[in-house]
């Protein structure tokens, strides 16, 4: 079975600067899909970044990148100039390319960002 | 389409009551998802449906759980004889139809057992 494990369960940091934040993953299969989710306080889960795990290259979205070591299992988003909006739950997902597409969640980190 | 919704937002009930919670996906996705998720824990894949066929049940659950995605659009969870373990926050999930999609999720239930 696959597993998601994030180390952090908390992190703070100040506006403006750079946090990265950690996740390692345990699975036999070659080709995956990994991804970062953000759970804001009483709203919903969103997107924040994907990565196909046959891509050598490290995917980003604006200020969200990712450090994607496949060899050591880990996928860690860093967050560059951060906002007070990027304060929320932080979670990271693992999903195998089987028919169903069904994921497996981190426990997440809560990342506060402050002013 | 405004995303994928969830109702109730919010529901208190009598431990041995039974309850429902509805989900209307993204309109064109024809898959969907059942995710349970407890405080301070990612969440747990519960069930999945392609159209209104449910395809993969997970082991969390139990025969008190009961699921349905009628003519494939929304879909049901009901619990039957609640139990305070029950208590968590039910999400519900959509994707299009393709390996290692993205799914969007809808606020959540959050299901209080007293």
């Known amino acids: 079975a696959q597993t998601v494990t994030q180390s952090q369960p908390e992190m703070s940091v100040q506006e403006a600067e750079t946090v990265t934040l950690s996740c390692t993953y345990d699975?036999?299969?070659?080709?995956?899909?990994l991804f970062w989710y953000k759970q804001p306080p009483s709203r919903q889960m969103i997107l924040v970044i994907r990565q196909e795990a046959y891509k050598q290259q490290n995917a980003t979205e604006n200020r969200f990148s990712v450090n994607f070591q496949k060899a050591a299992k880990s996928f860690s988003l860093k967050i560059s100039d951060s906002q007070l909006g990027d304060t929320a739950m932080y979670f990271c997902?693992?999903?195998?390319?089987?028919?169903?597409?069904?994921?497996?969640f981190g426990a997440g980190t809560r990342l506060t960002v402050k002013p | 389409d405004t995303g994928v919704s969830q109702n109730p937002r919010h529901k208190i009930t009598k431990r041995g009551q039974n309850v429902t919670f509805r989900c209307d996906p993204i309109?064109?996705?024809?898959?969907l998802y059942w995710y349970r998720q407890t405080l301070g824990q990612g969440p747990e894949f519960l069930t999945y449906?392609?159209?209104?066929?449910?395809?993969?049940k997970s082991r969390l659950l139990s025969d008190r759980f009961s699921a349905e995605r009628p003519k494939g659009s929304f879909s049901t969870l009901e619990i039957q004889r609640t139990e305070q373990g029950d208590s968590a926050m039910y999400l519900c999930?959509?994707?299009?139809?393709?390996?290692?999609?993205?799914?969007?999720f809808g606020p959540g239930t959050r299901l209080t057992v007293t």
């Open positions: 999930a959509s994707s299009l139809d393709t390996r290692g999609g993205e799914q969007y």
């Open positions: 699975t036999s299969e070659s080709n995956y899909y």
């Open positions: 309109s064109e996705h024809n898959r």
């Open positions: 997902a693992f999903m195998k390319p089987s028919n169903n597409n069904d994921m497996r």
């Open positions: 449906f392609q159209n209104e066929a449910q395809l993969e």
